[in-house]
């Protein structure tokens, strides 16, 4: 009866050959990436925290607004229009409004002081006029800027005017005396959109 072999000793495999121990170069590149591993974590770790911490970047500066400067009251909601912070003769720019704004576009008929600023507020422009002091050229000027702004910009007769025309922006007024430049009432309307406490609000 012959003899069963013998298994090799010191972690054989399967096949009867001896496996072989790891080599230390292997095992010291797998330390060096678990190792690298860590540090790139923290690091990430680190600089998102490090951002988050940063300031915010400021807004772009607002543009030079045009205009005479109105101080203005607070801006709350109010019942009458004895309520208002009206000034004889002028426009209001804003202060104290009505609830309900009033729409842009090309008013013939005047349109309410308190719905009027209201929209100020949300950023329109108001150009108001008085009917029997404006000239029909500059009537026209008027109604072409305003046309060409169809969201941005009220036009209407305002009887309480006290010169031909006038345009008011939230906090800002100008007033137009003939000739009335086209260029001048533009340049109010580009630079004083929605620059204003509910900017874009439609």
């Known amino acids: 009866m012959s003899a069963e072999p013998r298994r090799p000793s010191g972690g054989a495999s399967s096949d009867g050959r001896a496996s072989k121990p790891p080599s230390p170069n292997r095992a010291m590149l797998v330390a060096a990436v678990a190792v690298i591993v860590v540090v790139a974590v923290s690091m990430a770790g ?8 940063l300031p915010l970047p400021q807004a772009t500066p607002v543009p030079n607004l045009l ?3 109105v101080p203005l009251k607070q801006a709350d909601h109010v019942q009458t229009a004895a309520q208002l912070d009206l000034v004889p003769g002028l426009p209001p720019a804003g202060g104290p409004h009505f ?3 009033e729409r842009p576009g090309i008013f ?3 349109v309410e002081d308190g719905r009027a600023i209201h929209s100020l507020e949300h950023g329109i422009v108001w150009i108001s006029y008085r ?3 404006i000239a029909p050229a500059d009537l026209e000027v008027l109604r072409q ?3 060409a702004h169809p969201r941005d910009v009220l036009l209407s007769p ?6 031909p025309a006038a345009i008011t922006s939230w906090g800002r007024r ?4 003939a000739p009335i430049s086209m260029m001048a009432v533009e340049s109010f309307v580009v630079a004083n959109v929605d620059k204003s406490p509910e900017p874009g609000v439609r």
Not at 158 to 163: D, I, L, M, V, W
Not at 174 to 177: G, I, K, R, V
Request: glycine letters at 10%; hydrophobic letters at 50%; a negative charge.
């Open 46 to 53: 680190g600089a998102l925290f490090f951002a988050t911490a």
């Open 67 to 69: 205009g005479d400067t």
């Open 99 to 101: 609830a309900q704004p």
């Open 108 to 110: 013939t008929a005047p």
């Open 131 to 133: 009917a029997d002091l």
């Open 145 to 147: 800027v305003a046309a």
């Open 158 to 163: 305002r009887p309480a005017n006290a010169g």
């Open 174 to 177: 100008l007033n137009l005396t």
